[in-house]
T-cell receptor
């Protein structure tokens, strides 16, 4: 079956703009998590959604937001982009929530802010 | 809060050499432990996991044992191949937190030369 699909793969935006990234989880998976990966900070948790509800949120400013739709697809939005938001944004899906759950990652969206 | 510390990289080995990547953790609860691998231009793939003390996770010749007394989860492989070249991330998911949030180590770049 198809894996986690993230679109677009690459994105270039100007400082001050806003951006929306999309994630389609594996069919049947109801949990979607987002992570930011940068050379300096590594992999950092943004938020997790399950059945359209945000279940967990990382330590990011309010400019970072997300949502999940009834078909489990998820979007994350970053407003008023800053140069430091340049990163690889990874989406992960799983069929449940819990500490033993295996997360399946997409290939990511590479965001460059200029 | 929760944290994961990996040995400093990068690591360069010759084919068929023995690999160890150290990982230690701090957690408020009783975490599950994971090793993920990231190949160039790809997202993360789960390599192995362990959910309780003394569990050994294994996959593709890689092994790691959950050592609660030393709060460690070191990754080992007896004979590495060129195709093992990638970045390896140790991670935990803490029963003390909600959902499936993963806390990652810094990552260790492994290069295997023929």
């Amino acid at each position: 079956k198809a894996g986690v699909t993230q679109t677009p793969r690459y994105l270039i935006k100007t400082r001050g703009q806003q951006v929306t990234l999309s994630c389609s989880p594996i069919s049947g998976h109801r949990s979607v998590s987002w992570y930011q990966q940068t050379p300096g900070q590594g992999l950092q948790f943004l938020f997790e959604y399950f059945s359209e509800t945000q279940r967990n949120k990382g330590n990011f400013p309010g400019r970072f937001s997300g949502r999940q739709f009834s078909n489990s697809r998820s979007e994350m939005n970053v407003s008023t982009l800053e140069l430091g938001d340049s990163a690889l944004y990874l989406c992960a899906s799983s069929n449940s929530i819990g500490v033993n759950t295996e997360a399946f990652f997409g290939q990511g969206t590479r965001l460059t802010v200029v | 809060g929760d944290s994961v510390t990996q040995m400093e990289g990068p690591v360069t080995l010759s084919e068929e050499a023995f690999l160890t990547i150290n990982c230690t953790y701090t957690a408020t609860g009783y975490p599950s432990l994971f090793w993920y691998v990231q190949y160039p231009g790809e997202g993360l793939q789960l390599l192995l996991k362990a959910t309780k003390a003394d569990d050994k996770g294994s996959n593709k010749g890689f092994e790691a044992t959950y050592r609660k007394e030393t709060t460690s989860f070191h990754l080992e492989k007896g004979s590495v191949q060129v195709s093992d070249s990638a970045v390896y991330f140790c991670a935990l998911s803490d029963k003390g937190t909600s959902g499936s949030r993963l806390t990652f180590g810094e990552g260790t770049q492994l290069t295997v030369n023929p």
